[in-house]
């Protein structure tokens, strides 16, 4: 399966895309490689691009004007899709960072030309609607682990959407995801490794 083909699988069973409306993309995707540390997107950048990632991994982080500690918000893996959202949609300075954790690569594509397919196509309108219901889940989701759930469940729920996290992301960018410290972190797998 070529990349762009996996593409248009990921897109139909993400949001039903069937084959004809998918090509009219096809000439705006572009793919592009990041080596370890470099970013997607910088704090105070506009997000220009939405992204599908081919392999790697991403942190989204801000950094505490306070203490300048660095928080980790989001990661983002194998066959998602990474764009900072806001500033994307308004077209405005991000609030944040998008780094790749490893060798990355991705197929991107432009927002102008994003928009242009959503005015050809309602597949493509269905889908932007349903990337932006994923969005926001995604920044609910992540509010109410913190309110709702012990350290335990945030790390088994990342494993789930994650498999391959520990194997590419340092422990101690984990453990600030969890909201939690390194040492923790260690018990708590260890726990989970002894079940």
């Known amino acids: 399966m070529t990349e762009i083909e996996l593409l248009g699988y990921a897109f139909k069973e993400f949001a039903g895309m069937d084959e004809e409306h998918f090509r009219l993309s096809e000439p705006y995707w572009l793919k592009k490689q990041y080596g ?22 991403f942190r989204t982080y801000y950094v505490n004007d306070e203490s300048g500690e660095e928080k980790n918000v989001f990661f983002f893996s194998n066959h998602q899709i990474i764009v900072s959202y806001k500033s994307f949609l308004n ?91 390194g040492p923790s972190l260690s018990r708590i797998r260890k726990r989970m490794m002894s079940r």
């Open 91 to 181: 077209q405005t300075p991000c609030n944040y960072y998008t780094e790749s954790m490893s060798d990355s690569s991705i197929l991107y594509i432009h927002i102008n030309h994003l928009f242009e397919l959503y005015k050809k196509s309602h597949q493509w309108e269905r889908f932007g609607r349903l990337v932006a219901e994923k969005a926001f889940n995604m920044a609910m989701t992540r509010t109410e682990d913190f309110m709702f759930l012990p350290p335990e469940q945030r790390y088994l729920d990342l494993l789930e959407q994650h498999p391959d996290i520990f194997n590419k992301v340092p422990l101690y960018h984990i453990a600030s995801y969890l909201g939690i410290q």
């Open 36 to 57: 370890k540390g470099e970013f997607y997107n910088e704090y105070k950048n506009v997000c220009k691009h939405m992204g599908f990632i081919l392999d790697g991994v």
